[in-house]
């Protein structure tokens, strides 16, 4: 008796916060999975745990997705992933800092995971997702992609991480466009104050934060899913006025309509 194989799911970033979350809600739904982090002990461990709880498969893969080598190995894994349907690209660090005193190369780091890792997963993923008629990725950004405008205040300095985050969204709100119609979706995931590590991990205390501004990591993977059944592209997992995000969008599309004259505004002649 021939059985049809088992659905597929990359995770990067797996090994906490939201990629352990999705690699143990996609594990529930039926999921062989592929999951990559940098900390081996910890995937092995989550891999043995969610084997024998939901009795899938389970491949571990340790590397650093900002080295060109690493990031070739789990490329060609996903080339070869004959049944995958969903690609979680998670994998990213804060580096909250000045942009002049941060290292070089911490911020090459950070744009080649958030950003060129990111594409080149994606670029793998599809024809395979293209040809079987189905699948859909996920790009974790942040909400603080939308916070360019608001300045260092209030907020901590952030210039190249949310700089990587406005590509995710610009990336994954076109390139879902292109897509319309072929069974594949592309999402830009923002959530907001999560509670996982990823706060500690860039000097920031997250007990300070009010309980009721912290989400759980669950929560922002159901509603990551509920939103593709929903057709969001974008989908902040915290916002309940979706009309707030259409107004953004409208007002793109309005500066651009008014800003492409022949001649320079007013305020530039003297």
């Given at each position: 008796?021939?059985?049809?194989?088992?659905?597929?799911?990359?995770?990067?970033?797996?090994?906490s916060?939201?990629?352990?979350?999705?690699?143990?809600?996609?594990a529930?739904?039926?999921?062989?999975?592929?999951?990559?982090?940098?900390?081996?002990?910890?995937?092995?461990?989550?891999?043995?745990?969610?084997?024998?709880?939901?009795?899938?498969?389970?491949?571990v893969?340790?590397?650093?997705?900002?080295?060109?080598?690493?990031?070739?190995?789990?490329?060609?894994?996903?080339?070869?992933a004959?049944?995958?349907?969903?690609?979680?690209?998670?994998?990213?660090?804060?580096?909250?800092?000045?942009?002049v005193?941060?290292?070089?190369?911490?911020a090459?780091?950070?744009?080649?995971?958030?950003?060129?890792?990111l594409?080149?997963?994606?670029?793998?993923?599809?024809?395979?997702?293209?040809?079987?008629?189905?699948?859909?990725?996920?790009?974790?950004?942040?909400?603080?992609?939308?916070?360019?405008?608001l300045?260092?205040?209030?907020l901590?300095?952030?210039?190249?991480?949310?700089?990587?985050?406005?590509?995710?969204n610009?990336?994954?709100?076109?390139?879902?466009?292109?897509?319309?119609?072929?069974?594949?979706?592309?999402?830009?995931?923002?959530?907001?104050?999560?509670?996982?590590?990823?706060?500690?991990?860039?000097?920031?205390?997250?007990?300070?934060?009010?309980?009721?501004m912290?989400?759980?990591?669950?929560?922002?993977?159901?509603?990551?899913?509920?939103?593709?059944?929903?057709?969001e592209?974008?989908?902040?997992?915290?916002?309940?006025?979706?009309?707030?995000?259409?107004?953004?969008?409208?007002?793109?599309?309005?500066?651009?309509?008014?800003?492409?004259m022949?001649?320079v505004?007013?305020?530039?002649?003297?």
């Amino acid at each position: 008796m021939i059985t049809n194989p088992r659905p597929q799911a990359v995770v990067t970033g797996a090994s906490s916060g939201i990629g352990t979350a999705f690699a143990e809600r996609l594990a529930r739904d039926g999921y062989d999975l592929i999951m990559v982090a940098r900390r081996r002990d910890r995937l092995e461990t989550l891999a043995q745990s969610l084997q024998a709880s939901h009795q899938v498969n389970v491949q571990v893969v340790a590397a650093d997705l900002s080295k060109p080598d690493s990031l070739q190995t789990v490329e060609d894994l996903i080339t070869q992933a004959e049944t995958l349907e969903f690609l979680i690209n998670n994998a990213g660090f804060g580096g909250y800092m000045s942009f002049v005193e941060m290292e070089p190369e911490q911020a090459e780091a950070q744009i080649n995971l958030h950003v060129v890792a990111l594409t080149r997963l994606t670029r793998a993923a599809l024809p395979g997702m293209l040809k079987r008629g189905r699948g859909a990725i996920v790009n974790v950004s942040s909400r603080l992609a939308f916070s360019a405008s608001l300045g260092s205040t209030q907020l901590p300095k952030r210039a190249t991480y949310v700089g990587t985050k406005a590509y995710i969204n610009a990336f994954s709100q076109l390139l879902n466009g292109e897509l319309e119609g072929t069974g594949v979706q592309v999402q830009a995931l923002c959530p907001g104050l999560v509670e996982t590590e990823f706060h500690s991990h860039v000097g920031a205390d997250s007990s300070r934060f009010p309980a009721a501004m912290v989400m759980k990591p669950e929560d922002v993977v159901s509603a990551s899913l509920a939103g593709l059944k929903l057709g969001e592209a974008i989908c902040v997992p915290a916002l309940e006025d979706l009309n707030l995000l259409t107004q953004i969008q409208e007002s793109e599309r309005k500066f651009f309509e008014t800003s492409r004259m022949g001649s320079v505004a007013a305020r530039y002649k003297s």
